[in-house]
């Protein structure tokens, strides 16, 4: 069972970038459809991107696309979130999901599996 840990949170001005990273252990990444939500205070867990197990797609809200990047390491077995040009709006704790049997990217958290513990990104105006 892959257990995912997620880092690289912070507190930053708008306009900066922050990276980060979601380890998984337990299971190489590239057999999981991998993804990153967001979610508010008194907000539902939104979906901010997605990648394919083979890397080759991606997706993105609409609020998100142009400035956020997802990536993954398949050696270090880490997936990433390459956030530019941070906006207050962004504020949210920021989860990694994985899961092994859906077969396109999924934009409802229902659909994951597994989920890491969260990290919290606070953006500043």
């Known amino acids: 069972q892959v257990q995912l840990v997620e880092s690289g949170g912070g507190l930053v001005q708008a306009g900066d970038s922050l990276r980060l990273s979601c380890a998984a252990s337990?299971?190489?990444?590239?057999?999981?459809?991998m993804a990153w939500f967001r979610q508010a205070p008194g907000q539902e867990r939104t979906f901010v991107a997605g990648?394919?197990?083979?890397?080759?797609?991606?997706e993105y809200s609409d609020s998100v696309k142009g400035r956020f990047t997802i990536s993954e390491d398949v050696a270090k077995s880490t997936v990433y979130l390459q956030m530019n040009n941070l906006s207050p709006g962004d504020t949210a704790l920021y989860y990694c999901?994985?899961?092994?049997?859906?077969?396109?990217?999924?934009?409802?958290?229902?659909?994951?599996?597994?989920w890491g513990q969260g990290t919290q990104v606070t953006v500043s105006s």
């Open positions: 999901a994985a899961d092994a049997l859906i077969i396109r990217i999924r934009h409802t958290p229902t659909h994951y599996e597994h």
């Open positions: 337990g299971g190489a990444v590239d057999t999981y459809f």
């Open positions: 990648i394919s197990k083979n890397g080759a797609f991606t």
